[in-house]
């Protein structure tokens, strides 16, 4: 069947819309969740590293898999430029999601420091992504600013409530042209599904994973909605009436007439 | 000198790439700052520790 493949997020071409957070996993699960998600980007954060004999999460991670760093922990643009810089260090390319939260109840991201960040780090030649709450003039000086996607919030991260901010995101596909990606929130496949029948580009999800009962059929389910979504908004829904119904059978020709 | 927060006695003289290599590090799954600013794993062996320095010692964990 013909879909329409692969997207761009800055120089990079992919054909999986699931983009996945490796948080809360157990790393031996790691690698049959991406197989089972058909995952091609999946996101890592930066942290402290004790000395000697811990298990590195680059080891579960099936290589050819693109890695987008989170500044995770960053509460302000300086800190994220900081953490992004040590993450291209690290030698896994110059993808970075841009996070920056400063509330630590509702886990919000300050889109002003976001924006100041990005344009920071897009001058430094990184292939920047920011998280974001869906507001459309935060997103256009996003996009000015160099940002090569953006990645606007469905709900509050790890909350698994859905598409709450489901007609400020509609906005964002409608008016900016960059790829949006739905981050954060998502909880069930029917609304990963709905994400993408609205035009997004992609979606990740993480918590709706890891708090699953069968954690990899979860990462199948997410795949087969988001494909779903994507196929749907391609083939352009139909119409919906504003009253009464419409026959689907012919309405002539009925026995007895 | 503190070691991700730590404060720590060294034994001088001692090279960034003897602690990380000496603490049990994989050199190539770290990233160091010294005092603030990025060292490239190539200049390791070159950069001499002091007492009063900070390095902050990072790799990659899960997360969303």
Not at chain 1, 70 to 85: D, Q
Not at chain 1, 240 to 245: D, N, Q
């Amino acid at each position: 069947m013909k879909t329409d493949g692969e997207f761009r997020i800055g120089k990079r071409r992919f054909n999986s819309r699931f983009i996945l957070g490796s948080g809360k996993f157990s790393l031996s699960m790691m690698k049959t969740v991406m197989e089972n998600g058909g995952i091609e980007i999946a996101t890592l954060a930066v942290r402290r590293t004790n000395a000697g004999g811990e298990e590195n999460i680059l080891d579960y991670i099936p290589r050819g898999l693109t890695l987008l760093p989170n500044t995770s922990g960053a509460r302000n643009a300086e800190e994220a430029v900081r953490i992004a810089m040590l993450a291209r260090e690290l030698g896994c390319g110059d993808m970075i999601k841009v996070e920056i939260i400063k509330d630590s109840r509702y886990l919000l991201p300050d889109n002003c420091e976001t924006i100041k960040a990005t344009k920071t780090l897009a001058e430094e030649g990184f292939t920047v992504m920011p998280y974001m709450m869906p507001d459309l003039s935060a997103a256009r000086s996003m996009a000015e600013a160099g940002a090569s996607a953006i990645m606007p919030l469905g709900s509050p991260i790890g909350s698994n409530k859905g598409l709450l901010t489901r007609d400020f995101i509609k906005i964002l596909v409608d008016e900016i042209d960059l790829p949006v990606i739905v981050d954060a929130g998502i909880g069930r496949p029917s609304q990963a599904c709905e994400a993408m029948e609205l035009g997004c580009a992609a979606v990740m999800a993480n918590t709706a994973i890891a708090t699953a009962g069968d954690i990899p059929m979860m990462a199948g389910a997410f795949k087969l909605a988001i494909e779903a979504g994507r196929m749907a908004f391609v083939s352009k829904p139909g119409r919906v009436l504003h009253e009464g119904g419409e026959a689907s059978s012919p309405l002539t020709g009925f026995l007895g007439d | 000198m503190k070691i991700n927060g730590k404060e720590i006695e060294l034994i001088l003289p001692m090279t960034l790439g003897d602690l990380v290599a000496g603490s049990g590090y994989c050199e190539d799954r770290v990233a160091v700052e010294l005092n603030g600013r990025i060292v490239p794993r190539s200049e390791y062996a070159n950069v001499s520790l002091d007492n009063g320095d900070s390095v902050e010692i990072v790799g990659f964990v899960g997360g969303g």
